[in-house]
């Protein structure tokens, strides 16, 4: 599938609608056809469907092609919203799809409600279409803390306890009875390298017959798409997360001006871009990078003329939401009981149960591995910026002129001075007025990288870079106006190592073990190990073993199978 030729299309379709309002039926017409090929579809799987208070809902989302019936090769950025009986939205998780998969998770808060509530799923192409094309599955909350919940009028129905088995791919319990604590081998056997290739996600979770574990049915997946209709067309994320706004000013042009998004932190990022006609401008971050600390400004002479607006998430319309009867096992005011006290208890020991962040992985700078790099701490320290850059960095040199500071990078050829500004940058972001950050105290400063010769980034032209990083990553500019704005905008979720007790030593042996949700492994690879090793917990009880995805062809997979925990007996 040529997929450059693909984004090749979008682009020139999206072209089309800004040209003259008169070809925006051309527009659309041509997007449709576009869709035809990213005829994408967002499927998400969670752990249960009904929660306590206190408990984590987690979840994983599959990006399908649906007419190729494989993972989607397109979009590389995907949303999870939750969203209550009253169609407000409790959360929005953005994230970064490898392999067409992302996963997450939510800790529900006790300031929910008791109630039904719905998981929306979709990509920012999906979002030009109606929200029947979102993939959308039922959740039920109860908050025994603001509701009894023996006042509910429901009906019940019973648990279904049947093994769901597939041919092509099945779990290989040999011991379905454990004792509490026990180690647990659980080994998956698929005798079709369609389905070793699949990506899968694994859980087991207790069966507290509390909500009738009706899993979405995978309908959203086939078929064709819904056409695009309107003119204000949102762009694929083909290649990372798109942060879109404009400049306006009253009495300056808006058009051709350069503006600057830094994330700034010890893993920052630098994107510049130019505005269009209307003054509209668009950054794609390729990084994953989960850091809130963003600023947008505008690099141009005069500048205070200028004021930055941020285009917002588009708002979903949930209006056509229906939301479910809830349905009880007729067991469930005890089990409630029993996870209640089993949650109260988990969430009091939660400082040595955490989930671990991934850290991401390593990033090369913009201006790559050409840089020279002076570790400041290799050097004797000097009190002032000055002193740094005249003791320390090497073909760097600082002038000061009508109490105006200027950082300069020699060229190569040192008999050659280049009329262009050198790019400065302090943890990512651009300084054009140094004045501040001469008085900036060196000892924070970790490492600087030094970039000789003509460099071209975005749309602006430098003279080399100097950058900066402090040792934690905080710098902070005074610099304040509407030409320079820190925007409040969604970051992706950060990837997690979850918690999986380990009971081989005896570390752990005092503390209390109040798991319903044994194992959750998000990301499953039968080419690699088909087996996952874990702890039973103190809860006795009977367990669901679930297994999750799609096949290497995009057939939808579902088994499900039980053990036992049984409490230990004393010699």
């Not at 908050?143 to 009894?148: L, Q």
């Not at 998430?313 to 996870?339: A, G």
Request: aromatic content about 12%; some cysteine; glycine content about 4%.
């Amino acid at each position: 599938m040529d997929r450059l030729r693909y984004i090749l299309l979008i682009t020139v379709a999206f072209s089309c609608q800004q040209i003259v309002f008169a070809q925006k039926n051309n527009s659309v017409s041509e997007l449709n056809e576009v869709d035809k090929k990213i005829n994408e579809s967002i499927y998400v799987s969670t752990n249960a469907n009904s929660f306590l208070t206190g408990e984590t809902l987690y979840y994983k989302i599959f990006c399908i092609d649906k007419s190729a019936k494989t993972a989607s090769v397109f979009s590389k950025i995907a949303y999870v919203q939750l969203v209550d009986n009253t169609k407000k939205t409790v959360f929005t998780h953005k994230l970064f799809l490898d392999k067409a998969t992302g996963n997450g998770d939510f800790f529900i808060p006790t300031t929910l409600e008791t109630g039904s509530y719905k998981l929306i799923g979709y990509t920012n192409w999906m979002l030009n279409k109606s929200a029947q094309e979102y993939f959308s599955a039922d959740i039920y909350i109860l908050n025994p803390y603001k509701e009894n919940p023996s006042t509910n009028t429901v009906s019940y129905n019973a648990v279904s306890s049947e093994a769901i088995q597939n041919s092509n791919i099945s779990f290989d319990i040999k011991n379905k009875s454990y004792n509490t604590r026990d180690l647990i081998d659980l080994n998956i056997k698929s005798n079709s390298e369609e389905f070793t290739k699949g990506n899968y996600t694994l859980s087991v979770r207790k069966s507290d017959g509390y909500l009738v574990q009706n899993k979405a049915t995978f309908s959203n997946t086939e078929g064709q798409s819904g056409e695009i209709t309107g003119s204000n067309f949102l762009l694929p994320e083909l290649r990372g997360e798109i942060i879109t706004g404009k400049i306006t000013s009253e009495n300056a042009d808006i058009k051709n001006k350069k503006v600057a998004l830094s994330v700034v932190g010890k893993d920052s990022d630098l994107k510049i871009a130019k505005t269009d006609d209307q003054g509209k401008f668009y950054f794609i971050l390729e990084k994953e990078n989960p850091n809130s600390n963003i600023i947008v400004q505008v690099l141009e002479t005069g500048k205070e003329n200028y004021a930055i607006e941020i285009d917002k998430q588009k708002d979903v319309d949930f209006s056509n939401l229906t939301f479910p009867t809830v349905q009880f096992n007729s067991d469930f005011k005890q089990n409630i009981t029993d996870r209640l006290i089993s949650t109260q208890v988990e969430n009091a020991y939660y400082d040595v149960k955490k989930d671990s962040l991934l850290p991401p992985a390593p990033s090369i700078p913009f201006f790559g591995l050409a840089s020279e790099e002076f570790k400041l701490d290799d050097f004797t320290r000097f009190p002032n910026i000055e002193e740094t850059i005249t003791e320390i960095l090497k073909g760097v040199y600082y002038r000061k002129y009508d109490n105006e500071y200027t950082i300069h990078v020699y060229d190569y050829n040192e008999n050659y001075e280049s009329a262009l500004p050198a790019m400065i940058l302090v943890d990512g972001l651009i300084l054009e007025n140094l004045n501040e950050f001469f008085a900036f105290t060196p000892k924070s400063i970790s490492k600087v990288n030094v970039v000789r010769g003509i460099y071209y980034y975005g749309s602006k032209s430098y003279n080399g870079i100097v950058s900066f990083t402090t040792k934690n990553g905080d710098y902070d500019t005074k610099l304040k106006g509407k030409f320079i704005v820190r925007p409040e905008i969604l970051r992706p979720q950060v990837k997690k190592n979850y918690f999986s007790p380990d009971y081989a030593d005896n570390k752990n042996a005092r503390i209390p073990d109040y798991r319903h949700q044994l194992l959750w492994q998000p990301n499953i690879d039968l080419s690699k190990t088909t087996n996952s090793k874990f702890y039973a917990s103190d809860v006795a009880g009977k367990y669901e073993v679930t297994l999750e995805g799609f096949s290497a062809s995009g057939k939808p997979v579902f088994i499900k199978d039980f053990i036992e925990i049984k409490e230990k007996t004393s010699n």
